[in-house]
């Protein structure tokens, strides 16, 4: 009865920081460089730690087991690098402050089975939820091999014979069985939290983008009769105006222009489903694109490297495609002030072909990447936001994905993802669509 209460009391203090993820870990950076958050996953996890070792459970051989090393994996894989070696180092420091036999063999055996979640640092959450638990497995069996050659040794060096030291091994083997379960579960929760938070956030940007496109559609008809209306009246009086009024009259249709730009922008949001698709070569698109924007770039010190890889198809709108990426184009240039480089590069990625656009401008953090897309929000002083909301959902209706990723400073990287059309040897195509629709922000 006393073990099952320390076993207890141990999974206590492994699921109070996974129950904590929703609103300290996730949705972190997962840059190298120290935020509150990041703080509050250190005290977190090292608070866990130290309570893992101070309320062992207490072997009916006399020895004692915690599950300090749940913790510890957990926060390499979701914290970083940083958290990580800090929470080590904690645990280090209270192994040697409760002394003991093993200290050294603590020491080895944690950086055996610590070094394959540093390893997976930056490809983890790319992996699927089956790789993710077979890897948190793999990791958490070659722990427990650590920790039973660790006592191993220290049995042999204790002078113990062997039918003593099976004796005193066969409870630890048990007890890492259960330590498995309770580590693969672990992972399991927080990525249901996970993909619950996604969903929720999917969710709230689809009603908000509904509500935008009913109020697109009821505003703009209504708005667009009454200036062509004026346009025409104004057209009309520059024939019989005073050449003195032209120059007004000029300013007033640029105006009336840009107000029709706009409304056909909201007209987009209501409508941002293409009615004819046609098979469409990337790198051609992306090109013509290229060529179209060149002028602004050099007006902006800025100079457009392309890379396409050729043969890539997709099944799109050419005015659709040509107009998201122009907006992204213009969005990487304006954002470099003092010149610089826009990379372009179109190249395979299984199912999918993939566009990239990177500026080297002054980069966002992750509150504002998170609004990339919202009505109305715009990190320039003149934008409406209008256009990057009209490319996600240009993106969308392609059934492709669109993800940003930037950091203050260093730029901002731009990854659409379309799905791939391939010729088949009988000239027919097919396509592949197996992942979900929307704009990821990342």
Known sequence: ?????????????????????????????TSNKMSVKSSMVIVCSSISVIFA???????????????????????ILYAGYIPGILTILVMFVVRIVLGGDGVLITILGTMVYAIIPFLLVNRWYGYSLRKKLAVVLLIGCLKQLSIIGGGMVVLIWRGFPLSIINDYLEPLVEIGYLALIILGGAVYFIEFIRESHIIRKQVERSEKLNLISELAASVAHEVRNPLTVVRGFVQLLREESNPKNIEYIRLVLNELDRAEFIISDYLNLAKPHSETLERLEISHTVKEVTAIMSSYSVMNRVEIACETEPGLFVESNAVKLKQALMNLMKNGIESMGQGGVLHVTVQA?????????????????????????????????????????????IIEAMQGTIHFQSERGHGTQVTIELPAVYTTEKGGEHGQRSRGVGATLS
Not at 54 to 73: E, T
Not at 377 to 393: A, D, I, P
């Open 53 to 75: 070792m101070s309320f062992p459970v207490q072997l009916s051989n006399g020895m004692a087991y915690d599950l300090r090393s749940i913790p510890i994996i957990i926060t």
């Open 349 to 393: 990625a299984g199912n999918y072909h993939v566009i990239s656009i990177k500026d080297e401008g002054e980069g966002m953090t992750l509150e504002q990447i998170e609004q990339i897309g919202l009505p109305f929000y715009s990190t320039k002083e003149k934008g409406t936001g209008l256009g990057l909301m009209v490319t996600c959902r």
């Open 1 to 29: 009865m006393l073990i099952i209460k320390d076993i207890l009391l141990q999974l206590l203090f492994v699921i109070v920081p996974v129950l904590l993820y929703r609103n300290v870990w996730l949705g972190r950076s």
